[in-house]
């Protein structure tokens, strides 16, 4: 096929010999299948700021560190300079991620380097080499699912132990080759010691993989991965080995009213004695 634009820099480095097709285009970004010598690649272009429908959500921003002072306080202030700067970041995102979980054993695609914005990765394929189906494309049986559902669970325990989040998991960002599930698009990717929505982000990527895998074997359905999970990892007690039951004994102690009422009037004092003008005797 004819080279997309935005490929043409790494086809005349020699990065990439030859683009084989389009594969998919999607919210963020349009991935092509190349070949690079023997082997077929992916590349993946992101798509510019303005021309994204995924929007980068300061809930996921949060707790990103920036790699030096002045373009810490350029992101922060908005500049031009800081919206470049920010642009580059998110996009930086997905390939430290993938580096970082593809070190701790998380079946992610194997990055091959990033380039322009173009990120070169491994094919994940089927047994005819054809391009990995979703699992939102395949029909499973209940030994499928409960399989499959284990080895998610278990990469999501390993991201966690390596700081991540994925934040957006669903059926729709999980591939499917001969060994089991492999999970993609990681540029919303949240640190998880310093996002406070990371709890809450964590659990809905557990429940999504939940909804998907209970379709096939419902008895997944009464399941609490996620707050076990969550509760192990708030503990200190999370590692790439603990053993999950999918239970999670919820808290039922009683609040006490009274002395939470009581906490609230003090604050309100203290702020009502904050906001008094202060007079001159």
């Known amino acids: 096929m004819k080279v997309p634009k935005r490929l043409q820099p790494l086809v005349d480095d020699g990065m990439i010999d030859e683009v084989v097709v389009q594969l998919m285009s999607g919210k963020e970004a349009q991935v092509y299948v190349v070949r690079c010598g023997d082997d077929l690649r992916c590349a993946k272009v992101f798509k510019e700021a303005r ?15 920036g790699r030096n002072s002045r373009r810490a306080r350029a992101m922060s202030k908005k500049t031009r300079y800081g919206q470049k700067e920010q642009e580059q970041a998110w996009l930086n995102a997905e390939v430290d991620a993938l580096y970082r979980l593809a ?5 992610v695609p194997q990055p091959h380097g990033f380039v322009d914005g173009v990120l070169l990765m491994e094919l994940v394929a ?14 499973l049986s209940a030994e499928q699912a409960r399989d499959y559902h284990g080895q998610v669970i278990a990469d999501v325990v390993r991201m966690l132990c390596a700081g991540l989040v994925h934040g957006d998991l ?9 060994h089991g599930p492999v999970i993609i698009d990681l540029p919303q990717a949240v640190d998880a010691a310093g996002n406070n929505s990371a709890a809450m982000m964590l659990e809905r990527d557990v429940d999504n993989m939940r909804a998907y895998f209970g379709r096939f074997a419902p008895e997944l359905l009464t399941t609490e991965y996620g707050k076990e999970i969550w509760a192990l990892y708030e503990a200190g007690r999370l590692h790439p080995d603990s053993p999950l039951t999918g239970h999670f004994e919820h808290d039922t102690t009683s609040a006490d009213v009274d002395d939470l009422m009581a906490v609230i009037d003090d604050v309100r004092e203290e702020q009502a004695e904050r906001m008094a003008p202060a007079w001159d005797e």
């Open 51 to 65: 021309k994204r429908s995924f929007k980068q959500a300061v809930q996921y921003q949060e707790g990103r560190k």
């Open 103 to 107: 070190s701790a054993g998380v079946r």
């Open 126 to 139: 089927d047994d005819e080499g054809y391009a990995a189906p979703r699992l939102d494309d395949v029909t």
């Open 170 to 178: 669903s059926e729709f960002n999980v591939l499917l080759d001969p």
